[in-house]
């Protein structure tokens, strides 16, 4: 059941948002005509190579770098120690901005090339410049470090033992924050008058970024002007622009940051890394634009990966089956430094969503940051809410097992009721608007639930094994309201900016402060404006992406471009419409009050033969001959906007798999996902987003994993290693959606770039243990390979 995309063509305007057109960014990205940052070629361009530490936890005891400055074609090589020497640009940290929104941190320093101390492989020790990329690389080969090496630690319960190694002096125990969310003395309470109570040692592994388009940037230096141009892969160029003036002494006013075409990010690439900032202070040091691109094999050892928890947690429940209490407690892998914004995914975006769908009346989380070394951990692939929703959907499960009700019931039984919105849990925060019975019941009927155990019951007579999980996930995105941020301590607002400007002729830009790599920006956003003007949707350009093009912007994250970037736009739109209402009114000699506008049209009321399209005022606002009195001329519009909440996505996904208990090997017989994303923008866009999404979320149920050995060496370091799965390992999948708008954004709209892999992976381990209840298997860790799975049933093996 897939969507058929339609040509806007045959879209009426009065239809357009809604509607399932194809994305305009496709002919370009299809055929190889969209510019990524790796295809710029600059005029005398110089190129970058960094020398990264081969050991994952070592001293540093000298740097030697003759050899490779006196290679061909090098022009230089450079250690920490030039960052800081006076004839060498300066005036920056050149330490890399740590953790953001936790105010109570271990925030340790963070060279952006290490001085004397390595804490994972892949740490930057010394960047090499040559003529061309061969040259660099083959240099950078030739620094000869000399390494200390000293013992590692990658897991972060090891971390925090206290016989393990300390990656930083500053941080004892290898802890960077100790955390706490919700009430622990009324959750005690709650479970010592508990009927029965279950609980759950779950592994969250790490996984590993995997974008098709490896992290890039360009920086071109222009001595002249003092300005400095950096093209770059980034999901957030404003933040990036703001951040990278401090580290590298650049003034933000003459550093410029433009994303072209992004490969992927799925959040891995809004943490600000060293490399970008390196490229951008070699380029003013040599006054020559100056390329970077990393090699798969760096992507793998240096951008950001996520999840990395251990956590214990326990659910109380009373003898009816009404849960009543939950209490975690995880131990959350941050990697060697605190990346940006990494503190806050084991905290705010995991901790306040530990109430899932249900109405839990006392809970308790508490989160140990651990420092260890791996890379720096940070948002990639929904961030600290898909742990949230694994956790509770796996305990649930288990929960209604241990009582004997069907998990289908069980659940039902304690989500928050439809009457409840806007529901306070008890983890700060307010769920803005929600119906989870719907998804769940039109979820039930497409997997013929009422059928399937006894459908179950006859395959395991026949010696086959199949089972159904559930997931019914809830995700806090669109994040936004700045004031929320504040109190939780954050150095940025959360709010999103755009400009809607007429031009003479009567089209139209429309800028926004987001930044897309891959979610359609182009055609949704010029949906929204194209309905709010009522102009056609082919008059309507989008520009992100770019800031000296757009005055602000924080970027795109956490599924917030369409509920925050698209209300703004709404807002930028209306103020257009409100301006040109004036001029219309003026120039067709009628009260502004008595104008009406309805689909790109002025008219008089009760005169609909006098009137003038939004494209004629347009046009009259440029040429300014005849406008209202204190009326400036031109028709354009600027807006900030800044939500009251975040938006509360919600549904059920739910897997139907068989096991072979002989091979270990799962397979799918149906998937299906019901998301409620508010009102949809575009049904197709919407559909593909859940679709990438799940594709993520099973490959971190089956496949995907870090695996670090002893010594913090990364063995899942290639391609080959690292099992990304593939469209054959990818189960067909029927998508469904119910509609519940969201109240406090003008489109309605919640979030849906990060629903299914929020969603996934704990729909297909519950169903992987259903099939094998009957071996006892009460879990497998993921990735669920055959040899685990295999392990689980003959040799007892079983995880939680
Ligand atoms: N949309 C819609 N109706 C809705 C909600 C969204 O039509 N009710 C549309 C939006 O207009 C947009 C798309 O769906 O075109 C996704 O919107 P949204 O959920 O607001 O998410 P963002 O655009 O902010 O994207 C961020 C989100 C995140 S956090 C990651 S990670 C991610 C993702 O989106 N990375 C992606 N999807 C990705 N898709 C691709 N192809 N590549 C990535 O790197």
Same mark, same amino acid.
């Given at each position: 059941?897939s969507i058929?995309s ?7 305007a009065a ?5 399932a ?22 005029a ?5 190579s960094?020398v990264?530490?081969r ?17 061909? %074609?090098?022009? #230089?090589v450079?250690?920490?120690? =030039?960052l ?6 300066g005036?920056?940290?050149? +330490?890399l901005?740590t953790g ?5 941190? /271990? /925030?340790v ?13 892949g740490?930057?020790i010394?960047v090499?410049v ?23 630690v990658?897991?972060p319960d090891?971390a ?5 190694p300390?990656?930083?002096? =500053? ?5 960077a ?5 919700? =009430? ?20 969250n *592994? ?11 940037a ?7 002007t003092?300005?400095?141009?950096v093209?770059?892969?980034? *999901?957030?160029p404003?933040? @990036?622009?703001?951040?990278m003036?401090?580290?590298?002494g @650049? ?11 992004v490969?992927?990010?799925?959040g ?18 040599l006054?020559?634009p ?20 251990? !956590?214990?947690?326990e659910?109380?429940m ?9 209490r ?6 941050? %990697? ?6 990494a503190?806050a ?16 009346p006392a809970i308790?989380? @508490?989160? !140990?940051g ?6 720096p951990v ?6 600290g ?9 796996r ?6 097992? +241990? ?5 289908v019931?069980?659940?039902?039984r304690n ?5 409840a ?13 929600g ?5 769940m ?14 459908r179950q ?5 026949e ?18 309201p ?6 939780l ?8 900016s ?20 891959g ?10 404006v ?10 309507v +350009?989008?520009?992100e %992406?770019?800031?000296d ?10 599924s ?10 709404v ?5 257009v ?12 000699e009628?009260?502004?009050? =008595?104008? +009406?506008?309805?689909? #790109? ?6 005169a ?6 939004i494209?004629?005022?347009? &046009? ?12 400036e001329?031109?028709?354009?519009a ?22 072979d208990?002989e091979t ?24 593909g987003?859940?679709?990438?999404g799940i ?16 010594n913090?060496?990364l ?15 990818i ?6 959606? &119910? ?10 709209v919640? %979030?849906?770039?990060?629903?299914g892999?929020?969603?996934?992976? *704990?729909a ?6 259903d ?19 295999w392990?689980?049933v ?7």
């Open positions: 059941m058929e339609l040509d806007p063509d045959e879209v009426t239809d357009i948002l809604g509607s057109i194809e994305r305009r960014e496709d002919p370009a990205l299809i055929t190889g005509d969209a510019e990524y940052t790796d295809d710029i070629q600059l005398d361009m110089a190129h970058m960094v990264r530490s050991y994952g936890h070592a001293r540093i005891e000298g740097v030697d770098t003759s050899e490779a400055e006196e290679m061909s %074609g090098v022009i #230089g450079y250690t920490h120690d =030039d800081h020497r006076e004839d060498t640009p005036g920056g940290s050149f +330490e901005p953001w929104l936790l105010p109570s941190l /271990n /925030n320093s963070h060279p952006i090339l290490a001085k004397d101390h390595v804490r994972y492989q740490d930057a010394a090499v040559a003529e061309d990329r061969y040259q660099a690389a083959d240099a950078a080969k030739a620094v000869d470090v000399d390494y200390d090496r000293l013992d590692a990658t897991n090891e925090l033992d206290e016989d393990a300390e990656l930083h002096d =500053d941080a004892e125990s290898n802890v924050f100790d955390w706490e969310i919700g =009430d622990e003395e009324r959750t005690a309470e709650a479970f010592e008058s508990a009927a029965h109570t279950t609980s759950i040692d779950i592994t *592994q790490l996984v590993i970024p995997n974008a098709m388009e490896p992290r890039a360009v920086a071109d230096y222009s001595p002249g003092d300005e400095l141009d093209f770059m892969t980034t *999901q957030n404003h933040l @990036h622009r703001l951040l003036s401090g580290v590298i @650049h003034p933000e006013h003459k550093l410029s940051i433009t994303a072209p075409e490969g992927g990010g799925f891995s690439k809004i943490h600000h890394y060293g490399d970008e900032a390196l490229v951008s202070w070699c380029s003013k040091l006054e020559r100056i390329k970077w691109t990393a090699t798969r094999s760096e992507t793998y050892l240096t951008d950001a990966p996520g999840r990395g928890h251990e !956590t214990n947690a659910i109380a009373n003898d009816e089956g009404d849960v009543i209490g939950l975690v407690d995880t131990r959350a892998n941050l %990697g060697a430094y605190l990346s940006t914004f503190p995914v084991p905290t705010y975006l995991y901790g306040t969503l530990l109430s899932g769908q249900y109405d839990i308790y989380g @508490h989160v !140990t651990a420092f260890t070394n791996v890379p940070d948002a990639y692939r929904g961030a809410r898909p742990e949230a929703s694994f956790l509770v959907e305990l649930m499960n288990r929960a209604a097992n +241990e009582i004997g009700m069907d998990p019931e069980f659940r039902k989500f928050v009721p439809d009457d919105f806007p529901y306070e849990t008890e983890v700060a925060v307010v769920y803005d608007s119906e989870y019975e719907k998804p019941n039109e979820a039930l009927d497409l997997l013929d639930y009422e059928n399937f155990r006894e019951q006859e395959a395991r007579e010696g086959r094994y199949i089972g159904i999980g559930f997931s019914c996930y809830i995700e806090a995105c669109g994040l936004a700045s004031e929320l941020a504040g109190q301590g954050a150095q940025a607002g959360l709010w999103e755009s400009v809607v400007r007429f031009h003479p002729s009567g089209t139209v830009t429309a800028f926004c402060g987001t930044s897309g790599h979610q359609g920006h182009s055609t949704t956003y010029a949906q929204i194209a309905n709010e003007l009522g102009v056609d949707y082919d008059d +350009e989008i520009v %992406g770019d800031t093009e757009i005055p602000h912007g924080m970027g795109t994250y956490g917030r471009s369409a509920a925050v970037g698209g209300s703004s736009l807002m930028s739109a209306r103020k419409v409100d301006k040109a209402k004036e001029i219309a009114a003026h120039q067709l009628a009260d502004p009050e =008595d104008i +009406e506008f309805a689909e #790109g049209e002025f008219t008089v009321a009760g609909p033969e006098r009137g003038m399209t494209q004629e005022v347009a &046009t009259q606002s440029y040429l300014a001959h005849d406008m209202p009195e204190d009326t001329p031109g028709l354009e600027t807006s900030f906007y800044d939500p009251d909440n975040f938006v509360f996505p919600f549904g059920t996904h739910a897997a139907i798999v068989e096991v208990p270990g090997e799962i397979s799918f017989e149906k998937y299906v996902a019901v998301d409620d994303v508010g009102n949809q923008i575009n049904p197709k866009i919407v559909e987003q859940v679709h990438g594709a993520q979320g099973v490959g971190q149920a089956l496949y995907e994993g870090a695996e670090y050995d002893d913090g060496t063995v899942t370091g290639s391609l080959q290693d690292y099992a990304v799965p593939k469209a054959e390992h189960p067909e999948m029927t998508t469904e959606s &119910t509609v519940t708008p969201s109240p406090h954004n003008p489109l309605g919640k %979030g849906v770039g990060e629903a892999t929020i969603a996934a992976p *704990q297909v381990v519950n169903a992987v243990t099939a094998l209840e009957p071996f006892g298997v009460e879990g497998v860790e993921m990735p669920m390979t055959p040899e685990r799975v392990k689980a003959n040799e007892g093996a079983t995880a939680d």
